[in-house]
């Protein structure tokens, strides 16, 4: 009986403690119904260059949402404060730019339906949504382990303009000066090549048309026969040897290593060159004589003009440079770059594969790279992930934010742009900017140290486990940075070196350089390090902590060139920090000077305008990766709804176009806000000297993606731009970079910017609607004045459509085309379509003149 009793009371109490579990968990906030608005109310907060905002939370839910008992965390930058010292929420920064919002005691709680509104300081202006607060998740203080999304942050448009944005008008001025070519006068052939000629013949290519290889070009007549194939719907046959009309790649001894000549005549086409690079770019230059039409669907023939060229490029490293750790791409979508590289002839991908929020390539031995460093999410001890960066949200492998190459993939990719000429070098970027790896080795650690393994656990350790040095990083991380003095270091970096040479062999991709990186190290580092104070007291050449820099790239050094490599990296490997005026200033490091250091410089702002040609004279081999009209994350326009960064100004296809290699500084117009820029500023800066000419290798643009989450966003900030680049790295100098009477060159320039985006507009972009699967690239936005009552548009790319409307609806592909002054008592609404329909933004024009 007492048994039965005993029973009875605990299926009782079971019961109830079971219920009672399930009303508690019923009853708990969800945070998914918590809904977040940020809002500007004052873009120049008390008259200073700070932004007044309102956040408010409002609850969707059917449960409150308790006064304490969770964090809400977030990702801002720059820094935000509640704007009243009793104001209902502190905010607290954690690392890089993860910050978290926790309930004061004048926090009360959030009924159903309640909302609440918190104003927030931030510094500087807000011109578009980048510096905005994002990412927002909530974490119980009773779960600290598990991070809950919120409902996606709604942030609206300042209802006032504070900052300056682009108008119609000016949009309107900028196009001025572009006329509308005839399609039939346009170059055929993109990029500009060194010698053009069109015929009066034509050649009708079909499926049936041979190609007629030397065994030499094989690859590249397989290659031209997949892209054929793909319009005709069957592949033409590629043969060793064959008569009559056909399409022939022939080796022809004593032209450059990637020049080529490409002849089309009514009897067939033949393209000669010396190498499978110079055949490859005449498969490239013919595949763009192609009508873009003929893309859009299966074709019986295609007859193409006739034209006698002849082309080799102005520079041999013509690169992009891709970011895929602040937010990682597919395997996919890289291959689908490096067919949009391929088509313009550009040779180089620069890799970017770790930096502080990931890294992205399996290295054999060392799994913690792709499993902690490959994978961001909430965590409060970074053993099995990296936290959350840039509005990853908090559950790893779940956004952009986590991801990987597997060796096979990475593989993959390195044959894929072998086959297509392009050269991959990859980055491992040391010693700043190396969290990923750092957090990756100290998990590493932690797993072999639990163990008993401590000799194995410290192997590859990237930090000193007893500095107590203070510091932060530009992106505002305080652990970032590697210890240089640590024997582990090299260790490791010779460990991930050697598996990467044994991936490039296994694919049989060519390599000669890995790039180490080496940018924007902070002040503070090594400061406290025991192992850097032993260092220095044990090698009497590192006299203190700025030879740290010296001697560690010399060791790289050593070990890339015992490889048969050499060192590539930002602008600050080269560069000595000295006194000048009692200032501390950066010139050429001249211990490094003649080593074959590959610099990257980035940085031609803020006194440095000059460091590329500086650097070049001094004999440093010289990649221009200039921030000002190459970093294509720059946002297109000075517009609240385009994407994008803009620390270094603004970049819309004609910067890269404008840029001249060798003398950059003749021909910048703007400054970083947008304004014509003092020329003064170029006074008394150093020229590129004909020695320093023979150093400048190439050109590069880089597409840092802290803000491109995914393949769409990429392709947007990639093009048009992109083409501007691969014009000025590919095509000769043209005349208007060097005329010295300036109202002449100015003129050379301006019909040179007409041809260019008459190209662009009726015959590339309209092509790449549809090459290797279609891209997502920019349509431009309409420029518009008013003048006698009427409204006069324009547009960037001849080739495109307005479209208008009148009645305050938004136009689409039915609305009236624009082709003469619009007639306005009111507002006028614009928008630019592509000839596949597919359109930009609108612009709006309003004639305030004739409001009642």
Known sequence: MRKILAAVILAFFTLAFTTTLAQNKKKQFDPKQLQLTYEVTDGKFQNKSQTLAVLTLTNKGKEPLPASGWTLYFHSFPALKPKDE???VRVEHVNGDLRYLTPTSEFKGLSPGASKRIEFVSSGQIVNDSRTPHGFYLVWDNN???GLPTAPIEVSKPGQDWVGWVKPEEIYEQNAVIKDIPLEKLTKVFPTPVNYRETRESFRLTSETPIVADQAFSREAALLAMHLGSIFGKKPV???TGPGKSVRLQQKNGLGAEAYELHVTKEGITIAASTPAGAFYGTQSLKTLIPPAALASKQQALLLPGVVVS????FGHRALMLDVARNFQSKEQVCKILDLMALYKLNVLHFHLNDDEGWRIEVPGLPELTEVGGRRGHTTDEINSLQPSLGSGPEAGKSSGSGH???????EILKYATDRHIRVIPEIETPGHARAAIKSMDARYARLMKEGKPEEAKRFLLRDLNDKSEYRSVQNWNDNVIDVSLPSTYTFLEKVVDEILAMY?????PIRTIHMGGDEVPAGVWEKSPSVKALIAANPEVKGKEDLWYYFYGKVNDMLNARNLY?????????????????NVYVPNQDFKNKNFHVDVWNNLWGAEDLAYRMANAGYKVVLT???NLYLDLAYQKAYEEPGLYWAGYLDLDKPFYFIPFNYMKNQKVDTINKPINKSVFEGKEQLTDFGKTNIVGLQAPLWSEMIKDPERMEYMLLPKLLGLAERAWAPDPAWATDENSAKGEAAYNQAWSEFVNILGKRELPRLSYYAGGYNYRIPTAGAVIENGKVKANLQLPGFTIRYTTDGSEPTLNSKTYTAPVPTTGEVKLKVFNPEGRSGRVVTVKDNTKQK
């Open 86 to 88: 009793n104001a209902p």
């Open 144 to 146: 600290k382990t598990e």
């Open 238 to 240: 590629v043969s060793a």
């Open 311 to 314: 082309d080799e490029p102005r």
């Open 405 to 411: 190459y597997s060796k096979g993939e990475f593989i």
């Open 505 to 509: 062999k296994e694919a049989g991709a």
């Open 567 to 583: 060192l590539s990296g930002w602008e600050e490997i080269g560069l000595r920090k000295v006194k000048q005026n009692g200032k």
């Open 626 to 628: 200039n921030a000002s």
